[in-house]
């Protein structure tokens, strides 16, 4: 008898790998599946603006990222002595609002130069739900816990949100001719709209992400919000909260994608970085044994033959563990 749902993924057009740079944008399961990519040596970048939820928010942001477009004291809100940005997660905010703009400004100049030459952009949306600021009806990204009772909230058309990702994709595309878009809509719950409410959202989001695909040629659907609610569709793989998969969740849908995306050459590579990171994690008894030494050493060689095959990769933190530094 069979308990789980699995089911076949078609393939990119074009697969990818460790030769690419891969940038990625929105919600927080793009960071976690970014994070994870990192970590295996891949050249990613994530989220310049930090978690966006809402499609139009990302449009904004790579808009922005494309054009050059830099955020100024406008942008800016002060809230309990606290500078923020109404378009970036709440890590950008701080007590200084020159060193809050400057820390903006400096990383929307890194996400141009690296979307600049980024070969996939990857695209993870999670709600059709936008909040309007009364003041002057500007669309934000984070609300920075101000009263609700400052915004609107209201739930995006999927006419809206093809046209203005549409629009903002268009923008990339002149900005870097060789990228391809990979779309997935994110699996993480809103159950502060409610259940009803956040299953209509999704499905928005999803309408509006499929014809997208449909719109750009050489584009991918990878449907990571499939596999979390049909594949594995327990809440064993939902946190505490009910709402955000588990760590094992994340690792098993990370395998669906890498198994499908990756080209040959790539999946062989990580088969070779795998054993390097796990070696790395190793905490010996006693760390000036003799045979601890060797291992170390014997680990340094393998990155020194990596790093000259794949010059790409990046193992400097590693280098400092074998190295004792």
């Known amino acids: 008898m069979e308990f789980m749902l699995p089911f076949d993924i078609p393939s990119p057009e074009m697969k990818g790998g460790y030769r690419d740079k891969i940038f990625f944008t929105g919600s927080c399961f793009s960071t976690e599946i970014s994070q994870r990519m990192e970590h295996f040596k891949f050249q990613v970048f994530s989220n310049p603006s930090g978690i966006i939820y809402h499609p139009l928010n990302i449009a904004e942001g790579l808009k922005r990222v494309v054009g050059g477009v830099a955020y100024t004291e ?13 378009q970036h997660h709440s890590r ?19 996400a141009a130069s690296f979307l600049k030459q980024s070969r996939f952009l990857i695209l ?16 934000v990204a984070n609300c920075h816990k101000i009263p609700a009772s400052s915004f609107t909230k209201r739930m995006s058309t999927v006419e ?11 923008e990339v595309k002149k900005f870097n001719r ?10 993480v719950k809103h159950l502060r ?5 956040n299953n209509l ?19 991918w659907y990878f449907p990571s919000f499939e596999i979390l609610n049909d594949e594995l569709r327990d809440y064993r793989f939902y946190k505490p909260d009910f709402a955000h998969p588990t760590e094992a969740a994340v690792d098993y849908i990370l395998k669906k994608f890498l198994d499908v995306f990756l080209d040959d050459e790539s999946k062989d590579i990580l088969k070779r970085v795998r054993p390097v990171l796990t070696a790395s994690a190793h905490r010996p008894r006693t760390a000036a044994s003799d045979e601890y030494l060797k291992f170390c050493n014997s680990q340094l060689q393998t990155i020194v033959n990596l790093e000259k095959e794949f010059p790409f990769l990046n193992f ?6 074998f190295s004792g530094d």
């Open 201 to 219: 959202s999704k499905a928005v989001v999803l309408q509006a992400v499929h014809r997208l695909v449909e719109q750009f040629a050489g584009s």
């Open 160 to 170: 809206e949100i093809v046209k203005e990702l549409g629009d903002a994709l268009e």
């Open 74 to 86: 406008e942008d800016l809100v002060t809230q309990a002595g606290l500078s923020h940005s109404w």
């Open 124 to 139: 993870s949306p999670a709600t059709a739900f936008a909040y309007y600021l009364k003041e002057d009806n500007r669309l």
């Open 92 to 110: 950008f905010s701080g007590s200084d609002r020159d060193e809050v703009l400057r820390t903006i400004n400096d990383r929307l100049s890194e």
């Open 316 to 321: 400097e933190r590693e280098k400092q563990i």
């Open 193 to 197: 709209d409610g259940v009803v409410a």
């Open 178 to 187: 060789n990228v391809r878009f990979i779309f997935t809509v994110s699996p």
